[in-house]
């Protein structure tokens, strides 16, 4: 468990989210199914088990709270009518104030046109949620996904949107995520398995 106390709580809790990724202690104790059964890629099952093991490892930070598939309000500048409603893969808060504190996103990259824009899709959804939470996650999470052998060089253009932004037809740009006040932490995951079978034992930090 980590504790936030004395030396703060986001150095705290992304210290603790960096080794229980590498370690994977607490993903082999509860979620067997990504590190050994392995699990069938169909439809958001992949992504289901994945960020229930990132929402547990929050609810082992002191001080926080964690939940999965949560709806954003899209409220005052990005609104619903300028703005598409969210849903966030899992997001953690801070137990004292109620403040959102992280949000991530896991999603499969695959390197073909037609889908690419999925993934381009998920990146967005997180930058406009964090928007509508009012900016006040300290921590921002993406998790990208591969089938071994994936060229994943093009995944570099999309994650420039994190802090740079993008633009959207009817609202112009969308800013990216304040460097001053937030974390931009990014991952990448290599499947190993088959499709019917894929097990995610590796998790490497990308920054």
Same mark, same amino acid.
């Given at each position: 468990?980590?504790?936030?106390?004395?030396?703060?709580?986001?150095?705290?809790?992304?210290?603790?989210?960096?080794?229980? *990724?590498?370690?994977?202690?607490?993903?082999?104790?509860?979620?067997?199914?990504?590190?050994?059964?392995?699990?069938?890629?169909?439809?958001?099952?992949?992504?289901?088990?994945?960020?229930?093991?990132?929402?547990?490892?929050?609810?082992?930070?002191?001080?926080?709270?964690?939940?999965?598939?949560?709806?954003? *309000?899209?409220?005052?500048?990005?609104?619903?009518?300028?703005?598409? $409603?969210?849903?966030?893969?899992?997001?953690? #808060?801070?137990? %004292?104030?109620?403040?959102?504190?992280?949000?991530?996103?896991?999603?499969?990259?695959?390197?073909?046109?037609?889908?690419?824009?999925?993934?381009?899709?998920?990146?967005?959804?997180?930058?406009?949620?964090?928007?509508?939470?009012?900016?006040?996650?300290?921590?921002?999470? *993406?998790?990208?996904?591969?089938?071994?052998?994936?060229?994943?060089?093009?995944?570099?253009?999309?994650?420039?949107?994190? $802090?740079?932004? #993008?633009?959207?037809?009817?609202?112009? *740009?969308?800013?990216?995520?304040?460097?001053?006040?937030?974390?931009?932490?990014?991952?990448?995951?290599?499947?190993?398995?088959?499709?019917?079978?894929?097990? #995610?034992? %590796?998790?490497?930090?990308?920054?």
């Amino acid at each position: 468990m980590a504790n936030g106390v004395g030396f703060g709580l986001v150095a705290a809790a992304e210290a603790y989210l960096r080794e229980e *990724l590498k370690s994977g202690a607490l993903r082999s104790q509860f979620f067997p199914m990504l590190t050994g059964f392995g699990i069938r890629d169909y439809s958001d099952t992949v992504r289901t088990f994945a960020l229930n093991y990132l929402t547990e490892i929050g609810r082992r930070v002191l001080g926080i709270t964690a939940v999965s598939d949560y709806p954003v *309000l899209p409220q005052g500048k990005y609104n619903a009518r300028d703005y598409r $409603e969210v849903k966030l893969g899992s997001v953690w #808060f801070e137990k %004292h104030n109620n403040q959102p504190f992280l949000i991530a996103e896991f999603e499969k990259y695959e390197d073909t046109p037609g889908k690419s824009i999925n993934f381009r899709e998920r990146l967005e959804d997180l930058i406009i949620g964090y928007h509508q939470l009012g900016g006040q996650p300290k921590i921002v999470l *993406l998790i990208y996904w591969t089938y071994l052998g994936t060229d994943i060089t093009r995944v570099a253009k999309n994650l420039k949107i994190l $802090e740079q932004g #993008f633009s959207l037809a009817n609202t112009g *740009l969308v800013a990216g995520v304040n460097k001053e006040n937030t974390r931009v932490l990014v991952y990448y995951c290599p499947a190993a398995g088959v499709q019917d079978n894929l097990v #995610f034992n %590796h998790w490497v930090a990308v920054r």
